[in-house]
């Protein structure tokens, strides 16, 4: 018996140390694979406090000296409008727009994924199908539309859409979510004499939480680092935002792109998104990984 229990405990020690062998290579490669994924950060950082001649003449990757010199200069911008009015304008274009995405999506979705009606198929055909448009196709209809209403050269082409939940991939996703959830908490509540408004206010939104921090999150990343659609309905300096001030900041004419400046204020417009979504990837996770079930 004794021999039989030691050869027991010998096998049971192996079998721990090769899981902690095997979890110590996999921590390892995470690290690994971590790393190059957080250097263009850490590259970002360091460069803010480099000259020009230190970005393009060395290989250093730590600066000479340190100072928030990119960082203050930077804050200047064009001298007519420093960054706290590119900041503010970002935040005026961007929180409303997330805002108005999460209502009108998600009564969208409520309404498809709990309710019968004529021809909800072939809107919900129709509402998928602009998903598989390419922007170019609707740029210059769109671009003339918001023209011919003198919205051009302000925020309302990103709000009135979002406004009216023209944002098919964000409906899709939270119907899915929303499949996931039993109807049996609808019928309770209706016995309990609840309306369907305050069916989806009472009982579906909080436990959608995790599908609707998911549409935050995509829709601030996006339409915070968005260029190409603020170029095209922003004209005006003073309604620029980070993305558009940043690439005029490149493009300044009549001296040297100080690459200090242009890079600490890239540094800091990249930390709004960065620190959302680390506080809210919990919620972001388990948003997309249950997006996908049905009830």
Known sequence: MSEMTVSKNVLKSGARKKKKAKLALTYAFLLFVGFFMVYPLVWL???VFKTNT???GKLTFFPERYNLDGFINGWKGSGQYTYTTFFLNTLKLVVPTVFFTVISTGIVAYGFARFRFPMKNLLFMLMISTMMLPDAVIMIPRYLIFKKLDWINTYLPFWIPALFACYPFFIFMQMQFLR????ELDESACVDGCNPFMIYVRILLPLMKPAIFS?????FL??????FNN???I???????LSLALKMSIDSTGSVTQWSNVLAMSFLSMLPPTLLFFFAQKYFVEGIATSGLKG
């Open 222 to 227: 996006w339409r915070w680092n968005d260029y």
């Open 215 to 219: 549409v935050i999150i995509f829709q």
């Open 235 to 241: 004209s005006a300096v003073k309604n620029y935002t």
């Open 45 to 47: 950082f360091f460069s």
């Open 180 to 183: 996931g959830i039993p109807r």
């Open 54 to 56: 230190e970005l393009f």
């Open 231 to 233: 170029l095209i309905y």
